[in-house]
């Protein structure tokens, strides 16, 4: 980063609340990038759909959050996965329980 060393980073990005790890997760909210990142980190990003920004940004993010508390990232989609709509069988089951059937089934 052009002004900041890594602990100066890191530390300021704890003091406001955010955490640092060394890896990029589908929880990573940023990424910190320098003037030569990685391009392992940065493909990984990518792939998870991770924010890469720039030491300006990471600023910019402090500035305009209280201290102590991390600055909103954009909101993330949630991974398609399996439905959590009950089954047509159990559906079934409480139509006929109910003493009527089921419409969908």
Do not use: C
Not at 52 to 64: F, P
Not at 78 to 103: E, F, V, Y
């Amino acid at each position: 980063l052009p002004s900041l060393t890594r602990d100066e980073a890191k530390d300021l990005i704890q003091q406001y609340g955010g955490r640092v790890t060394g890896s990029v997760s589908g929880m990573t909210s940023y990424v910190v990038a320098g003037d030569e990142p990685g391009e392992s980190k940065l493909a990984t990003a990518k792939k998870k759909r991770v924010e890469v920004i720039d030491e300006a940004k990471l600023l910019d993010l402090i500035r305009t959050s209280p201290e102590g508390q991390p600055p909103k990232a954009k909101s993330k989609k949630l991974p398609k996965g399996p439905s959590k709509a009950p089954k047509k069988s159990a559906l079934n089951d409480i139509a006929a329980q109910r003493g009527g059937t089921n419409r969908n089934g």
